[in-house]
T-cell receptor, first 109, second 117 residues
Framework: EDQVTQSPEALRLQEGESSSLNCSYTVSGLRGLFWYRQDPGKGPEFLFTLYSAGEEKEKERLKATLTKKESFLHITAPKPEDSATYLCAVQAGTYKYIFGTGTRLKVLA | EAGVVQSPRYKIIEKKQPVAFWCNPISGHNTLYWYRQNLGQGPELLIRYENEEAVDDSQLPKDRFSAERLKGVDSTLKIQPAELGDSAVYLC???????????????FGQGTRLTVV
């Protein structure tokens, strides 16, 4: 069965304290792995797509990496405005997105 | 460019009443998704359309939920009758994909927060 697990469930960081979020997955026929950001009361906002192991994508303070079993979202020197829930999703052969439960990130000033 | 538009943003209804949600996807997107998101959880797929055809509705509770996508553009999701456990955020998303092309990401609307009392 296709499955996505994210850890930790919640993370509190001081401003400037770098860290990583993990997304491990089990899926047959991975088409892509996606990272989204979700603010309270809003829909998920697309961040990155990764297609193959070894691929990396960067955007401002965020960097996403992919291996054959997991993906990491690295946050470098985070700011309070980076506080949000970060969702990971995989897309298998049917173009269906399977989401993890997310990591709630809180960055303290 | 306009994103995915959903309405209403909020809905409060009594149990056993019907409710409907509307979604207008991004222009040109051939794939439309309806997701349900419970508090503290990730979105769960209810139904996926390719153009006007429902290609994955295995998670849709068909005894009370129905959906349609007329002319392969706008879509409506209906619940009749609603139950207390249906309280959640209902998200619509759209994407484009074609033969031989890479995946395109799904773009989400703001969601409809349903409260059943």
């Amino acid at each position: 069965e296709d499955q996505v697990t994210q850890s930790p469930e919640a993370l509190r960081l001081q401003e400037g304290e770098s860290s990583s979020l993990n997304c491990s997955y089990t899926v047959s026929g991975l088409r892509g792995l996606f990272w989204y950001r979700q603010d309270p009361g809003k829909g998920p906002e697309f961040l990155f797509t990764l297609y193959s192991a070894g691929e990396e994508k960067e955007k401002e303070r965020l960097k996403a990496t992919l291996t054959k079993k997991e993906s990491f979202l690295h946050i470098t020197a985070p700011k309070p405005e980076d506080s949000a829930t970060y969702l990971c999703a995989v897309q298998a052969g049917t173009y269906k997105y399977i989401f993890g439960t997310g990591t709630r990130l809180k960055v303290l000033a | 460019e306009a994103g995915v538009v959903q309405s209403p943003r909020y809905k409060i209804i009594e149990k056993k009443q019907p409710v409907a949600f509307w979604c207008n996807p991004i222009s040109g997107h051939n794939t439309l998704y309806w997701y349900r998101q419970n508090l503290g959880q990730g979105p769960e797929l209810l139904i996926r359309y390719e153009n006007e055809e429902a290609v994955d509705d295995s998670q849709l509770p068909k005894d009370r939920f129905s959906a349609e996508r007329l002319k392969g553009v706008d879509s409506t999701l209906k619940i009749q009758p609603a139950e207390l456990g249906d309280s959640a955020v209902y998200l619509c998303a759209s994407s484009f994909h074609g033969t031989g092309e890479k995946n395109t990401e799904a773009f989400f609307g703001q969601g409809t927060r349903l409260t059943v009392v």
